[in-house]
């Protein structure tokens, strides 16, 4: 699975040791970094950054963000994976009281806000990278017929998702009707 790490880069100098522990924690919960932008940061010019780090989340099968700190950057980068339908799993250390209000207020199926310390950050990383892989979307032909098209698009604009959303919707509700 192929990672993109963001965070906050106003507290590198003094975050920069629970970073890499972050970094290595990816790897070894079965996930491949895309870029290492903490080294990158130096190396290249605000524009250059700016568009790596765009091409770098777009090859990526799910960011992990570090949200204790609240973070512009790091909030637009959750945005864009959002908006992309991107899972986001948003790590918050457990010892610090603010919260990052716009993260945590943000609605979305794809984002999982995980509170972690220095002794679960793996087991909790390694929990949410399985769930992502269980949840990740795979894609496949569906026929029907002209009516059941007609009713998915006239049920799918009442709802405001697309029909591929609404008929997960459907096919987990009948799910529990069967299990």
């Given at each position: 699975m192929n990672v993109y790490?963001?965070?906050?880069?106003?507290?590198?100098?003094?975050?920069?040791?629970?970073?890499?522990?972050?970094?290595?924690?990816?790897?070894k919960s079965g996930g491949t970094l895309i870029s290492n932008w903490i080294e990158d940061k130096t190396k290249l010019k605000a524009g250059e950054l700016f568009e790596?780090?765009?091409?770098?989340?777009?090859?990526?099968?799910i960011l992990v963000a570090e949200i204790t700190y609240p973070s512009t950057g790091v909030g637009q980068q959750i945005a864009l994976a959002l908006s992309w339908k991107m899972p986001v799993i948003a790590l918050k250390r457990s010892d610090v009281d603010h919260e990052s209000r716009f993260?945590?207020?943000?609605?979305?199926?794809?984002?999982?806000?995980?509170?972690?310390?220095?002794?679960?950050?793996?087991n909790e990383l390694r929990?949410?990278?399985n769930e992502v892989k269980k949840s990740k979307y795979i894609?496949?032909?569906?026929?029907?017929?002209r009516d059941i098209s007609d009713?998915?698009?006239k049920k799918?604009?009442?709802?405001?998702?697309?029909?591929?959303?609404?008929?997960?919707e459907i096919v987990e509700e009948w799910k529990k009707l069967n299990n």
């Open positions: 790490f963001s965070a906050s880069s106003l507290t590198l100098s003094e975050d920069k040791d629970s970073y890499s522990r972050i970094i290595k924690v990816i790897s790596q780090t765009i091409e770098d989340i777009k090859r990526a099968d993260t945590l207020g943000t609605k979305s199926q794809y984002l999982k806000i995980v509170k972690y310390d220095a002794n679960s950050l793996e929990k949410s990278f894609k496949f032909n569906f026929v029907t017929t009713l998915l698009e799918s604009k009442e709802k405001s998702m697309s029909k591929s959303e609404l008929l997960r």
